[in-house]
């Protein structure tokens, strides 16, 4: 098994930046990837970002250029740098691990993110 722990998220304006960290534990050897999702009212989980063990990252075309996802390996988290917010990002963003590319397997307990305008 692997437990994920999100932290970061809150309140901000429009333009404004927000850094979450997801901290994984357990059988974390298994893991091949991990990423963050988010989902808005209403609407279905979407993925924002990826990142391989090797470093290969995949970005959302929505948030393409604001957002960046990077991991420390020695800490067993990753991190999602976010840039330039707009309401639309406004979700409950979940951070996944899988352990195979695209096919997340855990997911953490989630956490709000809201953009004010």
């Known amino acids: 098994q692997v437990q994920l722990v999100e932290s970061g998220g809150g309140l901000v304006q429009a333009g404004g930046s927000l850094r979450l960290a997801c901290a994984a534990s357990g059988s974390i050897f298994r893991i091949n990837a991990m990423g963050w999702y988010r989902q808005a009212p209403g609407k279905q989980r979407e993925l924002v970002a990826a990142?391989?063990?090797?470093?290969?990252?995949n970005y959302a075309d929505s948030v393409e250029g604001r957002f960046t996802i990077s991991r420390d390996n020695a800490k067993n988290t990753v991190i999602l740098q976010m840039n330039s917010l707009k309401p639309e990002d406004t979700a409950v963003y979940y951070c996944?691990?899988?352990?195979?590319?695209?096919?997340?397997?855990?997911w953490g307990q989630g956490t709000q993110v809201t953009v004010a305008s």
């Open positions: 990142i391989t063990n090797g470093g290969l990252t």
């Open positions: 996944s691990a899988a352990l195979i590319i695209g096919r997340p397997n855990y």
